[in-house]
Nanobody, 129 residues
Framework: QVQLVESGGGLVQPGGSMRLSCAAS????????VGWFRQAPGKEREFVAA???????????HYADFVKGRFTISRDNTKNTVNLQMNSLKPEDTAVYYC???????????????????WGQGTQVTVSS
């Protein structure tokens, strides 16, 4: 079992930055693929970024096209945490952001929400002036 708790959401102005964090329980965190998804009102939950588990430092990382160059996912296996640094935020980035973990997702499956077993409760990010 893995439990995930997100933090760091809130209100930010367009063009601003925000850092989300996810704290995970579990002794084998380094072997898990971790990801961030988001869900805006009236829309389906969508992939944002993933860091593949069980690979050397630097790892394999996937990003959704709409966040490339703006968002950065990182993990610290010594602290069982995964972060999402979000820069150049836009109003369309407004959503509830979820941290997720999977012990099986690799490659393209790491971009699919159905591949993730464990989910956090979500944290609201609002980008507005």
């Amino acid at each position: 079992q893995v439990q995930l708790v997100e933090s760091g959401g809130g209100l930010v102005q367009p063009g601003g930055s925000m850092r989300l964090s996810c704290a995970a329980s579990g002794r084998t965190f380094s072997s898990y693929t971790v990801g961030w998804f988001r869900q805006a009102p009236g829309k389906e939950r969508e992939f944002v970024a993933a860091n593949i588990g069980g690979v050397p430092i630097g790892g394999v990382i996937h990003y959704a096209d709409f966040v490339k160059g703006r968002f950065t996912i990182s993990r610290d296996n010594t602290k069982n945490t995964v972060n999402l640094q979000m820069n150049s935020l836009k109003p369309e980035d407004t959503a509830v952001y979820y941290c997720a973990a999977s012990d099986l997702a690799r490659g393209h499956s790491a971009t699919m929400r159905g591949s993730f077993t464990y989910w956090g409760q979500g944290t609201q990010v609002t980008v507005s002036s």
